[in-house]
């Protein structure tokens, strides 16, 4: 079992920017992937970007590609979210996930999650 906490969310104008922060803890987990994903009121949660952990390689939905950077610090045992360009269309709870080794865009590949981070961009 491992626990995810986000933080870094708020409230900022479109073209803004956030870092989103998810630290772990808890046992020494095994799984290869971290992700994010976001959910906006009504909407299904969907997925946002994910980093392999002993590679760094990253996947981005099309969505925010160019405009979000996912990365890791493996001492700190904590993934970012670095989020530029920001649109009215990305307001929603930001979730940070574990997940298994070919972990990718499907939730049900992802074993712990996070509380969430609200982000909020204003028009």
């Known amino acids: 079992q491992v626990q995810l906490v986000e933080s870094g969310g708020g409230l900022v104008q479109a073209g803004g920017s956030l870092n989103l922060s998810c630290a772990a803890s808890?046992?020494?987990?095994?799984?290869?992937?971290m992700g994010w994903f976001r959910q906006a009121p009504g909407k299904e949660r969907e997925f946002v970007a994910r980093i392999r952990w002993t590679s760094g390689s990253t996947y981005y939905a099309d969505s925010v590609k160019g405009r979000f950077t996912i990365s890791r610090d493996n001492a700190k045992k904590t993934v970012y979210l670095q989020m530029n360009s920001l649109k009215p269309e990305d307001t929603a709870v930001y979730y940070c996930a574990v997940g298994r080794l070919l972990a990718s865009t499907d939730e049900d590949a992802y074993d712990s999650w996070g509380q969430g981070t609200q982000v909020t961009v204003s028009s």
């Open positions: 808890g046992r020494t987990f095994s799984s290869s992937t």
